[in-house]
């Protein structure tokens, strides 16, 4: 094993702030959404997103119900320039969405940013410098002061050009100071305050402060304290908006996000999927879906995750995790029995019951919510227990396999499943039972035909089949069709069996397409049951294919 040596990694200090308060809130509404996709997610792509991606991505975010939107850095870049003027020439902006830019504080930056801002209604210019001490010692080289110039600067610029357009564009000012979580908290607070006081903020002209961790450095709870202890002490906190920008560095940022909401953080930057440099931004899609599962309003409309799907994984060409909160191929898929079975029964429970309580075992939230189906909640493999193939067969193709049949189809299903060593899909499940039950080869007993009648003692069955390639026609009187045509089968067929269960339900159709489908279980003299299966137009013929199904089955190995 490789030594790392002793000091090359350090633990991130602890937050003095002993009577934090954020420990005890809860979270009780969303917060303010802004999407991040088009600067920070396209920035961190291999190939940039051209201008049709932004546009049917700002469609999608717009579609989801953002209503602030980071569209670019458009001093940074043409495409990014010419997206902005695409998006205010051609109206594309509706009155309720607020577009922002980033910029550094340059002054032939902030002047381009302001060139493509021309026309906008609204606007929100986010300014960000770094304020890190690694930043400002390796990078930079600028002491404290200077780095608060250059804020100071940038605000002046962007306050002169906010003035100038103030009578056809409102301009909302954001400050980042980039790499909060590793600049000294003194310090972000002096700076952010600088900036405040510089904006001259009041109640018509708010700001947003947003507190980035750039590089997620510590425990979520470590994130919190810092916001809570900015949202302590910023000037002005009435008319200033905290923001959260979090990066996925540790793979807690969904966690710090959160928690930054307990800790008084009125917005969060984020991205769908969590696109974005490195491990990526916070994923917005998790943490809205999150607080939809605590009875929360989010806002934001995800009942198609599969079109989020789609669209973000086609603009960015990055491949979503099958298991990724909400969305993954596989998250609403159960492979073992225990969890299928659990599932079986709290689905069939949440449809029985009157209120809306979501209270199915193994899933956080009901699939329908998301525009995903039940259908593909339950998946076989080897692992797979008969609760999940009888609700297949149920859901999938209507079969209502009686309880006592599903530990039989279990190991037959299984048997298979092993035998392929792979997953068996829904219409493997179902040719295993329709040619293991319905549609049997090599039978040595056949049903063709039968006639009833009603007699005084019962019912009188007159009942033709094939036995060993010899046809008979044999009548029977009994109590029930079942029995007649029992005793009608053992006048020829040497096997002794018993009827010990009967289930009978209509699949499909409803109307005149509707089927009777019978189960009959046996039992032979070496005390085995076993069950078989019949299908007909009438309740009657689906009962008589049953017995003749479970004869085949049961005996089968007498006639090789
Ligand atoms: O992660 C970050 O610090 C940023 C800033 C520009 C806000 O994206
Ligand atoms: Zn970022």
Known sequence: MKVIPEGKYVAYPKIDLPDRKWVNNSITKAPIWCSVDLR???????????????????KLLVKIGFKQIEVGFPSASKTEFNFLRKLIENNLIPDDVTVQVLVQAREHLINR???????????????YNSTSVAQRKIVFQKDKNEIIDLALYGVDLIKAHAE?????????????????????????????NAVIDRWEVNINRNIIINLP????????????????????????????????????????????????????????????????????????????????????????DFSDVNQVLEIVEYVTEIDTHVRHPYVGKLVYTAFSGSHQDAI??????????????????????DP???????????????QSGKGGVA???????????PKTMHPEIGKLVQAKSDQQEQELSANDILELFESNYINQSNKHILFVSFKRKQVETGVRCKLEFNYLNKNYVVTENGNGILNACKKAIATVYPNNFEIVSFHEHSRGGGGSEAQAVAYIQ???????????????????????????????????????
Not at 113 to 127: D, M, P, S, W
Not at 165 to 192: D, M, Q, R, V, W
Not at 279 to 284: A, E, H, M, P, Y
Not at 345 to 354: D, P, T, V
């Open 113 to 127: 940013t302001f060139e493509a801002l021309q026309g906008a209604k609204r606007a929100i210019v986010h300014l």
């Open 164 to 192: 100038k357009i103030k009578h056809e564009s409102e301009i909302i000012l954001e400050y980042s100071p980039e790499s909060f979580t590793g600049t000294e908290l003194e310090f972000a607070k002096n700076i952010c």
């Open 368 to 382: 329908n919510d998301v525009g995903r189906s039940y259908e593909d909640i339950i998946r076989i493999n080897s």
């Open 40 to 58: 920070d997610g396209n920035q961190a792509l291999i190939t940039p997103m051209d201008l049709d991606k932004k546009l049917k991505l700002f």
């Open 213 to 300: 961790a750039t590089v997620e450095m510590a425990t979520p709870n470590i994130y919190a304290d810092q916001i809570e202890w900015m949202s302590r002490n910023l000037h002005h906190r009435e008319f200033v908006k905290i923001s959260a920008h979090t990066h996925n560095d540790r793979g807690t940022a969904i966690a710090a996000s959160e928690l930054s909401l307990l800790a008084g953080a009125d917005r969060i930057e984020g991205t769908l999927l969590g696109n974005g440099e490195r491990t990526g931004n916070v994923d917005i899609l998790t943490v809205a879906l999150n607080l939809t599962t605590q009875g929360i309003e989010s806002n934001l």
């Open 522 to 560: 046996i039992q032979t003299d070496k005390f085995e049951r076993i069950y078989g299966v019949g299908v007909d137009t009438d309740t009657t013929g689906a009962s008589i294919k049953a017995i003749f199904s479970t004869l085949n089955r049961a005996f089968k190995d007498l006639y090789k």
């Open 344 to 365: 079986n029964k709290g689905l069939a429970y949440q449809q029985s019951k009157n209120d809306p309580f979501w209270e199915v075992p193994y899933l956080p939230i």
């Open 391 to 401: 609700y297949i067969l149920e859901n999938r193709f209507g079969y209502e396999l």
